[in-house]
Structures are given as C-alpha cells and as structure tokens.
C-alpha cells in the first residue's frame, strides 16, 4: 500500500520561508515522478511544482517560479518543496501526489494515483 505523509506546514508571516516534506512508503518511488498541489480555501486544487524520477527536470507553475523549490531525495523516499518570500496567496493545503506507474506527469490532478492528506500552510500579510 503506497503512502504519502506531508509535513512541515504552519503560520508564517508574508515574506518568511517554509520547508515541506512529503515521505512515501510502501514502495521505492525511484523511477516515479511526483508533484505538489495546493487547494485554498473556495478554491480547485491547483499544480505547484513537478520533479521527475531522476531529479534532473522540473516545472513549476507560473505563481510560484522563482520562489519555490522542489527537489527530492530518492534513498529516504522523500521530496521536499522549499518556499521562501512567502506570499497571502499561497495559502491553502499542500498536496504532494505521485504515479502509479513509471510514466510521463504533468501538471493535471490526473496524471497522478496517490495522494497524502496534505499540510496547511498559512501566510498573514
């Protein structure tokens, strides 16, 4: 059974930094891409960030470009999303998600199979 846990969300004030974790289990997720997504308040679940198996590639979705960063460590099954000048509007749930198979992801909710509960992250202006 593949399962994905989020951590290291929190209150944090506009313009601080947070790290998130997303540790799997239940297989080794070396040859599978995977994701974050994000789902504020009234709002549809949206694509953050993608990395590929190998960490050599990754996508980022326009809001975030040049703030946020995934990368991901392979032996702790393990992928991390760095946030720094953190803005209001990144408020919301933090989803990290991955495949079920080795194949191609992007930035649709249904390139992925598996999904973590999420972790909260909260920006005060």
């Known amino acids: 059974q593949v399962q994905l846990v989020e951590s290291g969300g929190g209150l944090v004030q506009a313009g601080d930094s947070l790290r998130l974790s997303c540790a799997g289990s239940?297989?080794?997720?070396?040859?599978?891409?995977m994701a974050w997504f994000r789902q504020a308040p009234g709002k549809e679940r949206e694509f953050v960030a993608q990395i590929v198996f190998s960490g050599g590639s990754t996508h980022y979705a326009d809001a975030v470009k040049g703030r946020f960063t995934i990368s991901r460590d392979n032996a702790k099954n393990t992928v991390y999303l760095q946030m720094d000048s953190l803005k209001a509007e990144d408020t919301g749930k933090y989803y990290c998600a991955t495949t079920a198979g080795p194949r191609p992801s992007g930035s649709k909710q249904s390139d992925y199979d598996y999904w973590g509960q999420g972790t909260q992250v909260s920006v005060s202006s």
């Open positions: 239940g297989r080794a997720f070396t040859h599978y891409n």
